[in-house]
């Protein structure tokens, strides 16, 4: 499959089935996403009030809407209009004043001089290891930063999410290329419970990347960038990556860092 058919299936997937469609959008609940991002560089919600922020796969707008709650100035993309439709809904109703600016575009087709100004923030959680290139979307981002500014990224781990990795290919053995009976197989051996958007995304989803710690830091000493947090922390790449294996925890991993002058 060629990269331009990987990301038609990918844009028709969350056409279909927006994610993450929470059932409980109080107000509480959407800052404690926010309050999540900000914690990886130890920084409670006061860090967004004020700040300039721009999110890469918004999704349906939880994060968004939580930072604009915030006092964030957000400006969110997504190519998925389904998604895009979800997130305005959810801001039109969460946010009185101050509502993010939602933008269906592709990540990766984002220039360097798109807006008027760079950003204090940039986040891409969940979004650009379903694109066919995160490190360029991962550039991109940087492009967009302002200096001094900080970047938030969140990828599938290349070690951690092996275990889901096997799951997705015996999924995928039984049901081929059908996604419907991907979905339909994969709740049924695996996560029963859990709302037919989240396993969409589990098994659904023909194309996801997995990346490492080193390969992250190795992107930020590329691009400028000085590493500040991660979520979870680690001491020893590999290692503790292996460990989160071992103790089926953190097959997503969010690295954070700020924009050198
Ligand atoms: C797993 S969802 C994550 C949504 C949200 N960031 C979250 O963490 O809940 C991935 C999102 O990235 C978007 N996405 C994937 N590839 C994209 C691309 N090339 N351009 C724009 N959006 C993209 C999808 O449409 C989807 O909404």
Known sequence: MNNKE?????KELYEKYPYP???DSSEEKLKSFALW???????NNDYWEGKTILELGCGTGELSVGLALCGGKVTAIDFSKTSIKKAKLLANKKCKTNKPKYILKNILKIKENEFKKKFD???ALGSLHHTTNAKKGFEIGCKN????GVIFVGLYNKYSRLRHRIKRIVVRIIAGNDIEKRIKIGKLFFDKKIQKERIADKFGQVHESYHSINEVLEWFKEQNIEFIG????YKTPIIDEINWLLN???AFFVMSGKKNK
């Open 6 to 10: 990987k990301e038609k299936l990918v």
């Open 21 to 23: 469609s929470r059932s």
């Open 37 to 43: 991002t900000a914690k990886t560089i130890n920084e």
């Open 121 to 123: 923030v940039v986040i």
């Open 145 to 148: 930063l302002s200096k001094e």
């Open 230 to 233: 991660s979520k979870p922390t």
């Open 248 to 250: 089926k925890k953190n």
